[in-house]
T-cell receptor, first 115, second 117 residues
Framework: KAGVTQTPRYLIKTRGQQVTLSCSPI?????VSWYQQTPGQGLQFLFE???????NKGNFPGRFSGRQFSNSRSEMNVSTLELGDSALYLC??????????????FGPGTRLTVL | AQKVTQAQTEISVVEKEDVTLDCVYE???????LFWYKQPPSGELVFLIR??????QNEISGRYSWNFQKSTSSFNFTITASQVVDSAVYFC??????????????FGSGTQLTVLP
């Protein structure tokens, strides 16, 4: 079974631009969660989607948004990029029962650099 | 509020030594799950173990073992006879059941383990 895939793997943007990252979950997984990893703040939960609905959102500004499509693929968007948005963005997919157990499988991440 | 503390920022050992990574957590949830993930230089988080709050039995998987002690809110991870391939950043994480979904994880700051040949 293929794992979680994220595209692109690397991205360079400038301040003020917007960016869209994509995540394809493991086949059969309907939940996708997003995390941001920075040296200063560590790994932080962004949001979780299940069946095209946002279930949970972390403590991030409205510039961070996401969506999920009917095939469970998810995208996250960051508008008006700031230098502090430079990070590794990790996507995780899981089965429905993981809502109770938390077991998730992570992709390789997209490394975003904001100049 | 939930919190996971990994006090050891970096650990360096020589191959074949045993090493223990510490994890202390705080939560008000009575039901919760604890995890350990490994992050090699490639960046992907690799799932190692999940433990629920009602199961305090220690677990061993090959060279890996985990010690969960609810009384001290600790979930420590030991690698026996370490190998160079064990070099990675290891994260302890806690599920956020009260948020409505255990998928929301609170991570510790990670421990960088370097195993020298």
């Amino acid at each position: 079974k293929a794992g979680v895939t994220q595209t692109p793997r690397y991205l360079i943007k400038t301040r003020g631009q917007q960016v869209t990252l994509s995540c394809s979950p493991i086949s059969g997984h309907r939940s996708v969660s997003w995390y941001q990893q920075t040296p200063g703040q560590g790994l932080q939960f962004l949001f979780e989607y299940f069946s095209e609905t946002q279930r949970n959102k972390g403590n991030f500004p409205g510039r961070f948004s996401g969506r999920q499509f009917s095939n469970s693929r998810s995208e996250m968007n960051v508008s008006t990029l700031e230098l502090g948005d430079s990070a590794l963005y990790l996507c995780a997919s899981s089965l429905e029962q993981a809502a109770r157990t938390g077991e998730q499988f992570f992709g390789p991440g997209t490394r975003l650099t904001v100049l | 509020a939930q919190k996971v503390t990994q006090a050891q920022t970096e650990i360096s050992v020589v191959e074949k030594e045993d090493v223990t990574l510490d994890c202390v957590y705080e939560t008000r949830d009575t039901t919760y799950y604890l995890f350990w993930y490994k992050q090699p230089p490639s960046g992907e988080l690799v799932f190692l173990i999940r433990r629920n709050s009602f199961d305090e039995q220690n677990e061993i998987s090959g060279r890996y073992s985990w010690n969960f002690q609810k009384s001290t809110s600790s979930f420590n991870f030991t690698i026996t006879a370490s190998q160079v391939v064990d070099s990675a950043v290891y994260f302890c994480a806690l599920s956020h059941i009260s948020s409505g979904s255990a998928r929301q994880l609170t991570f510790g700051s990670g421990t960088q383990l370097t195993v020298l040949p």
